[in-house]
C-alpha cells in the first residue's frame, strides 16, 4: 500500500518570502501522479498543482513550483512570494494509474500554513 | 462550467439514526468519490461511482454505502450513526475512470451527538 508522510505539521511564512513545503512517499509503482491541495479555512479543497511521474520536469504553476525527486519518492512544493491567501492546510497526494482506471487519492496528514503581515 | 455541488453544507443528528449526503459532479464527469476527513484518521477513501458502478471502495463497514445516478450525481448513506462517524465528507469528480485530476466540492460537515 502506497504511503503519504508530511513531517512538517505547521510552517509559517511572512508575506512576500518564498517557503517549502515537504513530501515524501512510499511506492514500489512505476507510474503514478502526484498532487498538492490547499484546503483554506472554508474547507474547499483546491487543485494547486500535479506532477506525472514519468515527466523529470517539475510542474510549476505561477507562484508555485515542485521539486519532484523520483529517485528519493520526494516531492517538494514552493511557494514562492508568499501572500495571505495561501493561509491554508497543503495536502499532498498520491494515485497510481492502472489500466482498468486511476486509483483512489491517498493523502499525506497536511502542513498547516500560515502566512504572516 | 459550476464546480461540483454538495448538500447539506451542514447536518446534526443523533446516534442511531441514518443521514443522506448528496453530490452533484462538474458537467460532464461520470466519476464520483467519497471521502471521509477526521482530525484524528485525516483524509480517507470511502467509494468511488462510475456509470452508476461502484468501481473501488475503501476500508469502511457495511453501514457506509452510496449509489451513483444516471445523471451523474451520487448519494452515499450511513445508517446506524455513531458518534465516531462526525466528519468532514468530502465528493470528488473527475471525467473518467483513466483521468488524474479530481475536483472537490465545499464538503457536508456531518456531527453525531
Known amino acids: 500500500a502506497q504511503t503519504v508522510t508530511q513531517s512538517q505539521p505547521e510552517m509559517s511564512v511572512q508575506e512576500a518570502e518564498t517557503v517549502t513545503l515537504s513530501c515524501t512517499y512510499d511506492?514500489?509503482?512505476?507510474?503514478?501522479?502526484l498532487f498538492w491541495y490547499k484546503q483554506p479555512p472554508s474547507r474547499q479543497m483546491i487543485l494547486v498543482i500535479r506532477?506525472?511521474?514519468?515527466?523529470?520536469q517539475n510542474a510549476t504553476e505561477n507562484r508555485f513550483s515542485v521539486n519532484f525527486q523520483k529517485a528519493a519518492k520526494s516531492f517538494s512544493l514552493k511557494i514562492s512570494d508568499s501572500q495571505l491567501g495561501d493561509t491554508a492546510m497543503y495536502f499532498c497526494?498520491?494515485?497510481?494509474?492502472?489500466?482498468?482506471?486511476?486509483?483512489?487519492?491517498?493523502f499525506g496528514k497536511g502542513t498547516r500554513l500560515s502566512v504572516i503581515a | 462550467k459550476a464546480g461540483v455541488t454538495q448538500t447539506p453544507r451542514y447536518l446534526i443528528k443523533t446516534r442511531g439514526q441514518q443521514v443522506t449526503l448528496s453530490c452533484s459532479p462538474i458537467?460532464?464527469?461520470?466519476?464520483v468519490s467519497w471521502y471521509q476527513q477526521t482530525p484524528g484518521q485525516g483524509l480517507q477513501f470511502l467509494f468511488e461511482?462510475?456509470?452508476?458502478?461502484?468501481?473501488n471502495k475503501g476500508n469502511f463497514p457495511g453501514r457506509f454505502s452510496g449509489r451513483q445516478f444516471s445523471n451523474s450525481r451520487s448519494e452515499m448513506n450511513v445508517s446506524t450513526l455513531e458518534l465516531g462517524d462526525s466528519a468532514l465528507y468530502l465528493c470528488?469528480?473527475?471525467?473518467?475512470?483513466?483521468?488524474?485530476?479530481?475536483?472537490f466540492g465545499p464538503g457536508t460537515r456531518l456531527t453525531v451527538l
Open positions: 461511482y462510475f456509470s452508476e458502478t461502484q468501481r
Open positions: 511506492t514500489s509503482e512505476n507510474n503514478y501522479y
Open positions: 497526494a498520491f494515485m497510481k494509474l492502472v489500466h482498468s482506471g486511476n486509483t483512489p487519492l491517498v
Open positions: 458537467s460532464g464527469h461520470r466519476s
Open positions: 470528488a469528480s473527475r471525467g473518467g475512470l483513466a483521468t488524474d485530476t479530481q475536483y
Open positions: 506532477q506525472e511521474a514519468y515527466k523529470q
